[in-house]
Structure formats: structure tokens, C-alpha cells
């Protein structure tokens, strides 16, 4: 027997169940890289963070309901549903992240970020780093506004924004002349991080005059 998504029943269904959670689902991945995992599973997490919406906003979907808004305030009423299937599953997934950032909650549950690397630059914090690569060969760099990483599930990649040559004790000696940033793409073994401060901006600016 076939399905008809498009009967309007099943699509008042479709609607209503899937939609709320696959909202959330989305915010929840712009905020927090995480894993692709099957579309079958996507669906029944949607449905259950469809559930949860309905569930945290049960009262006053009820006072709506039993208000008769639908007549008195047509307007009204759409602009309700348009907040119930749209707005609010963005608010609780941002809030679900912002909860998950506590240090109460990282008490008890594993911190969003799957790993450090999503962790650390996800910070969009400026570095001096050095990176080290699994044949030992070492590339220095500012890690700055315009410096880029790539996040999970996604393997790490990173661009860094100016290259930097290094002396004989990993010191940044100078940029690299006529560089315009360096990709750097496999093969990553460690990253040294260096806070940059305004002191140290103005030493690199001035070796490069």
C-alpha cells in the first residue's frame, strides 16, 4: 500500500512531528560540530526532539487551544504556530548548548565539542602556532581573524593567515616574503599555541619593516 505524503492529513503530520525537531537538529550542528549518522536514526531524533518541543510549550498551546484563538485572532494564532514550529526549536537548541557549556553541567555530561580541535579554534581565538608534522618538519604561522580550520566531520585542516619562517630555537624570526598564508591539509602530529598580545603584534610588525 503506498504512502501519500501529500494527502493532507499525513502532511499536517509530517509537519507537525518531523519539522519542530528537524529545526533543532540544524541550529544544534551550526553550533556544535558533530558526526553524519544515518537518516533513518535523523528521523526518529527528530521526531523526539519534536516531542520535547511540544512537551516544554504544552501550556500554552493548550490556553491557545482552548481559547478559541483560531477564530477570534486568525492572526494571532499563525503567528503562534509559525513561533511553536520554527522560532522555538532554534531557542531550545541555543539554550541546550549554552546549558552544555556550564561547568555545572560539564560536570556530569561530555562537553559538546567531540573533539579538542573543534574545541580550541572554535574559541576564535588568535595564536602564533607551530605546527608539527608527522615527518618532523615544523610550519610557523599567525592563526588569526582571517585564518580558517575545518570542523568535525570534517578531517583537520587549517589555514593560517601569514607564514612564518622559524630559527634554530622554533623562534618566529620573520614572514615569509611574498606569502599570503599557508594551507596546511594531512599529516598533522602536534600544534604549539602562543597567546599573541599587543606587544607582541608590534615586535612582528616591526621585524617586518
Known amino acids: 500500500m503506498d504512502v501519500d505524503i501529500w494527502d493532507v492529513d499525513k502532511l499536517e503530520l509530517f509537519i507537525g512531528f518531523v519539522i ?9 550542528e551550526l553550533l556544535v560540530p558533530s558526526s553524519n549518522y544515518e537518516s533513518s536514526k535523523k528521523l526518529i531524533d527528530a521526531i523526539a526532539y519534536s ?10 498551546i493548550y490556553e491557545v487551544e482552548t481559547n478559541q484563538i483560531r477564530h477570534t ?3 494571532a494564532y499563525i503567528i503562534f504556530y509559525v513561533f511553536v514550529l520554527l522560532l522555538a526549536p532554534v ?7 549554552k546549558l552544555r557549556n556550564t561547568e555545572i553541567l560539564q560536570r556530569t555530561m561530555p562537553h559538546p565539542s567531540p573533539k579538542p580541535w573543534d574545541y580550541v579554534f572554535g574559541q576564535r581565538k588568535e595564536f602564533w602556532l607551530i ?4 615527518d618532523g618538519k615544523k610550519i610557523g604561522g599567525k592563526y588569526g581573524t582571517s585564518s580558517f580550520t575545518s570542523s568535525a566531520p570534517a578531517p583537520e585542516q587549517i589555514f593560517l ?6 630559527n634554530n630555537d622554533d623562534g618566529f624570526e620573520r614572514p615569509r616574503s ?8 594531512q599529516d598533522i602530529a602536534t600544534i604549539e599555541f602562543f597567546n599573541i598580545t599587543y606587544g607582541d603584534a608590534n615586535v612582528r610588525e616591526e621585524t617586518t619593516r
Open 20 to 28: 519542530p525537531g528537524f529545526v533543532s537538529m540544524k541550529t544544534y
Open 51 to 60: 516531542c520535547i518541543n511540544y512537551a516544554l510549550l504544552i501550556w500554552p
Open 73 to 75: 485572532w486568525p492572526n
Open 91 to 97: 531557542l531550545w537548541a541555543i539554550s541546550f548548548v
Open 131 to 134: 605546527v608539527t608534522m608527522k
Open 161 to 166: 593567515e601569514e607564514a612564518w619562517m622559524l
Open 178 to 185: 611574498g606569502g599570503a598564508g599557508i594551507m596546511i591539509l
